[in-house]
């Protein structure tokens, strides 16, 4: 820490000349006084660092921008970044010949949060509290299979999903054809394929919600600049008729960010 104290108060790098794609990002900044993040500026096409702020408050930002002629300013094309007013806000005063795009990364996060909240409601209702429970020898045939059925539930919402739902289905992880080993709380042979089937089986919630993300995942795979608006549109319509009330609530950052996206 203390060289990079010594090395801030001696070096000042100068600023790249703005490129024609421009990414910008925060990060969290450590030991700074004046904001909790920097803002990381990036040429897309050669992925050279352009400047770094030390903060990514919107008067701060106007005031570094108003600073860059305006000329240099028009050669920017496209302005990518998360979902923050602040950056799309920025992009349309200071960069006036350029388009704000939706980075899909952070958009697929995004949803990738809300589908683990799913996970973790439904996982929390087949949780079962050990003071709760009757011993097992005590339970009748069908309380013991209601039993069996949350304890098998919430082992695969616990052990296996928090990390399978950020995987896509076509990953080689899922081939069928994969070696299966002895699992001791089904008592069968199973592979990833079988695993992640059975987590989709625990509840439809969870299942329509992981089908939505697919479809975004798909979106961004198969839309092109002339198919991209109708494809939105009906992506937004299918999140927003969902039974999943986390997965309704995603249809809402669809349509504040559909022009960017």
């Known amino acids: 820490s203390t060289v990079l104290r010594i090395f801030d108060s001696h070096v000042n790098i100068p600023r790249r000349r703005l490129p024609r794609y421009l990414v910008v990002d925060e990060t969290y900044a450590f030991h700074t006084a004046v904001s909790d993040y920097v803002f990381v500026m990036m040429d897309y096409e050669t992925m050279d660092i352009i400047d770094v702020l030390p903060s990514r408050k919107k008067a701060d930002l106007d005031a570094y921008f108003q600073k860059i002629p305006l000329r240099e300013r028009e050669e920017v094309q496209i302005v990518s970044s998360d979902m923050w007013n602040t950056y799309r806000d920025m992009t349309h005063r200071w960069f006036p010949k350029a388009v704000h795009s939706c980075d899909s990364f952070h958009l697929k996060m995004e949803l990738s949060r809300c589908v683990q909240k799913v996970r973790i409601r439904i996982m929390n209702h087949h949780r079962i509290q050990k003071k709760e429970a009757k011993p097992v020898r005590e339970m009748k045939p069908d309380e013991l299979l209601e039993f069996s059925s949350h304890v098998k539930s919430y082992y695969l919402l616990k052990k296996f999903a928090p990390w399978m739902l950020y995987k896509r289905p076509s990953d080689g992880l899922f081939d069928p054809n994969r070696k299966k080993k002895y699992n001791r709380v089904f008592r069968e042979y199973l592979n990833y394929h079988d695993i992640y089937c059975k987590i989709l ?55 504040q960010w559909r022009t960017s996206i």
């Open 201 to 255: 089986e625990t509840d439809n919630e969870l299942s329509e919600a992981v089908a939505l993300q697919e479809q975004l995942y798909l979106f961004f795979r198969k839309s092109t600049m002339k198919t991209a608006p109708k494809a939105l549109k009906e992506l937004i319509y299918n999140f927003s008729t969902s039974t999943v009330k986390e997965m309704c609530s995603f249809s809402a950052t669809l349509r």
